[in-house]
């Protein structure tokens, strides 16, 4: 690996999960949940994956760490293929690349204190209990909790609070990358923003390369270099944050962006909000052509047939056959 190579690289990476099986005992067709996502990214970046509920964005992390094979594709991480490799060989890989989850309370096992909670990670690499403790109160230091703390239980602690253990447990190995799964979806929002700042000042510091997933621009918008947006299974556009926010090129993160409210209280008066109709198709069945193409206000007759594939388009990459205004 060259210093100029991606942390991590992912190419043509598809789940495909089996059909429910009804009450009469037969399955339904296919779920293609993530079909073909491509994207570079490199250490201490952040990658912003955005995109409505069901678009795949939980299934993609998933994949990067592997707690879900991919059906096909392929995940580099430092130069290295691990998307095949055993799970006996991934283990010394496992410390580098850790993940945050949506729900601080659900993802902590309420039965183990503070201590262990966050220490569990460095007891599987080897590490004697005593050192994991010290590290553990190390880490809570570092994302604003209360080292004297470090014995009570995960619901002694709010919301908040329980989500930097859930980053203090990732932090553990001393990841390169962290992928953080809606990591502050579940928080009120008056907590959103410490968090937001607490990661960013973390991957500063710590030189952290993120893959930040959230189902709306304005969450990612503080922590993105780079901002990818997600439309049943596929990226539709991806490209640096700035250009994404300030010119968007595909009709759906048009829409995705209008909804964000501006600070401006002027500029928030005129903004436009495209309101986009219906729900997302389900990915068992996705409508032929553009799968955007039932909702977007700007299809046409080719968008019914043909499926736009990604290309460059005011330097960034967007799928769709007419991108702009
Ligand atoms: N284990 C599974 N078996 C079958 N289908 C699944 C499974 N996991 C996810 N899916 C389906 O795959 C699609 C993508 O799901 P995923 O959880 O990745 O979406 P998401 O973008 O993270 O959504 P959300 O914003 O609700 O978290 C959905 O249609 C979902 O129902
Ligand atoms: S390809 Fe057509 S339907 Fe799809 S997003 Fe572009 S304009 Fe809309
Ligand atoms: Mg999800």
Not at 202 to 220: C, K, M, N, P, Q
Not at 266 to 291: F, H, K, M, W
Request: net charge positive; glycine share 8%; hydrophobic share 40%.
């Amino acid at each position: 690996m060259t210093t100029t190579d991606p942390l991590l690289s992912v190419r043509d990476l598809t789940m495909t999960f089996p059909g429910k099986r009804s009450a009469t005992g037969r399955r339904g067709a296919p779920v293609r949940a993530v079909d073909g996502v491509s994207f570079d990214l490199a250490a201490g970046q952040t990658l912003g994956l955005v995109g409505e509920s069901g678009c795949g964005k939980s299934t993609t992390g998933r994949m990067l760490v592997r707690l879900l094979e991919p059906t096909s594709g392929s995940v580099t991480f430092e130069g290295k293929d691990i998307s095949r490799l055993s799970q006996g060989a991934l283990r010394p890989l496992r410390r580098n690349i850790q993940m945050v989850f949506q729900d601080p309370h659900s993802s902590l096992n309420p039965r183990q204190t503070v201590a262990r909670v966050i220490s569990d990670p460095l007891l599987v690499q080897g590490w004697s209990a005593a050192d994991a403790r010290r590290r553990a109160a190390e880490l809570m230091d570092l994302v604003g909790l209360i080292p004297e703390h470090i014995d009570r239980y995960p619901h002694e602690f709010s919301g908040g609070q329980a989500q930097r253990i859930g980053i203090a447990r990732s932090l553990a190995t001393s990841p390169r990358l962290v992928i953080a799964d809606e990591p502050v979806s579940a928080l009120d929002v008056s907590v959103q923003a410490q968090i937001v700042n607490l990661m960013e000042r973390l991957r500063t510091e710590l030189g952290l390369a993120y893959v930040f997933i959230a189902h709306d621009l304005s969450v990612v918008k503080r922590v993105s270099d780079r901002v990818a947006v997600m439309y049943l299974g596929r990226i539709v556009e991806i490209g640096a944050k700035h250009l994404l926010y300030e010119n968007p090129q595909h009709p759906y993160t048009r829409a995705l962006l209008s909804a964000v409210p501006l600070p401006d209280p002027a500029a928030e008066r005129r903004r436009e909000r495209i309101v986009l109709l219906g729900d997302p198709p389900s990915p068992a069945a996705p409508p032929p052509g553009c799968t955007f193409h039932p909702r977007c206000p700007k299809a046409q007759q080719l968008c019914r047939t043909q499926r736009p594939l990604l290309q460059l388009a005011a330097s960034r990459e967007v799928a769709c056959h007419f991108p702009g205004d």
